[in-house]
């Protein structure tokens, strides 16, 4: 399929001052669209410039969610290459929340082919400051102007594009999260392993009350036994547990993070014993009260690795490694953004040039 391809005639200015761009604030020049109607398919594939989407009130998305989406970045090296990190999993992940959601599939290797093709157009709006990058966000909409409930016919696929500023401008600072006991993110079986607005709806508001009592986000335990630690915000979380790395197993709650899966890749690759398991928050706390929790951190593509400093566990403060960040986490973080910027060897085959 070809991509269309229309260019805009009122260019935005670029923001000047990088160190004020924040997370998601400005967007570029062009966004692509393409549409699904049933019986033709995904077609028409077109870069266009940004602008509004027309769409009816009775637009499905609006009233029952069919809606997925990913998030990764394009990272400027310093030789002026652009960098893709471990993209094709981002796609193949989009595809199995389309599945999930019963959106009709993408082909993965023309999703990567439009990102690309978006991208190189507007690489000039890719920042060049220390840890700034371009995030990318493709998604997949229902649009049937019908209020009922079944899978949409007519779908729009769309990808628009972010510059983004560096998530730690003054270093590293380990966050304090509260665990949450009264909401819950997702539940086996529901939609919380894939990426749907409707789980980020859910979570808003234990993250507003989280944030009043001043923390940064909310420890999600399971929905059943609320015992088993799930995710940190829209993060996965990790702990180092007398030398071993522990993270919650995926068993169909806890979104597949593909800095999760980096990251256990990389510490074993180190020689470090990383385990796959449920993990309660008593077992983190009795970690804690004996000495024997090192570290904990939780990932994602956004802020790559987060440290945590403090846990709220029901009146109780647990206080991780005096509040400072770790050495593995410490670690992690510099190789993962190494690799993602191309300042270290990319062993694992993971970047991907423009
Ligand atoms: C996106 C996301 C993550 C992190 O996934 P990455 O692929 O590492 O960015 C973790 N948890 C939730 C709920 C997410 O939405």
Request: net charge negative; hydrophobic share 40%.
């Amino acid at each position: 399929m070809n991509i269309s391809m229309q260019t805009t005639t009122a260019p935005k200015p670029k923001p000047q001052d990088e160190s004020k761009l924040g997370f998601g604030q400005v967007f570029t020049d062009h966004m692509f669209l393409m549409n699904y109607d049933e019986g033709e398919g995904w077609h028409d594939p077109r870069i266009v410039p940004y602008g509004k989407i027309e769409l009816d009130p009775a637009a499905m998305c609006l009233h029952y969610g069919q809606e997925v989406f990913e998030g990764l970045k394009a990272y400027r090296s310093a030789q002026g290459k652009v960098l893709f990190f471990r993209p094709e999993q981002n796609m193949q992940r989009l595809n199995k929340s389309c599945e999930r959601l019963c959106i009709p599939m993408l082909d993965e290797d023309f999703a990567l082919e439009a990102m690309k093709a978006l991208v190189n157009l507007d690489q000039d709006w890719i920042p060049r400051a220390e840890g700034t990058s371009l995030y990318i966000r493709p998604f997949v909409f229902a649009i049937d102007p019908a209020v009922g409930v079944h899978p949409g016919k007519h779908l729009i696929f769309a990808i628009i594009l972010s510059p983004v500023g560096a998530y730690y401008p003054e270093g590293i600072n380990p966050v304090r999260i509260l665990v949450e006991t009264t909401y819950v993110r997702a539940v086996r079986g529901g939609m919380g392993n894939v990426k749907s607005a409707g789980n980020y709806a859910s979570s808003l508001k234990a993250q507003g009350e989280a944030s009043k009592l001043g923390y940064s986000q909310v420890m999600w335990l399971d929905a059943i036994e609320r015992k088993y630690i799930e995710e940190v915000g829209a993060m996965n979380v990790f702990f180092v547990v007398d030398g071993e790395v522990i993270t919650p197993a995926l068993e169909g709650s806890i979104l597949p993070g593909i800095t999760r899966l980096s990251s256990i890749e990389l510490l074993r690759s180190w020689g470090l014993t990383v385990t796959e398991r449920r993990i309660s928050i008593d077992e983190v706390a009795a970690a804690a009260a004996a000495g024997t929790l090192e570290e904990a951190f939780g990932t994602g593509t956004a802020v790559v690795v987060t440290p945590i400093g403090e846990l709220k566990v029901g009146q109780e403060d647990v206080v991780i490694n005096n509040g400072r960040i770790g050495a593995v986490t410490q670690r992690l973080y510099d190789e993962l953004t190494g690799i993602q910027w191309g300042r270290t060897p990319d062993t694992f085959g993971w970047v991907t040039p423009l």
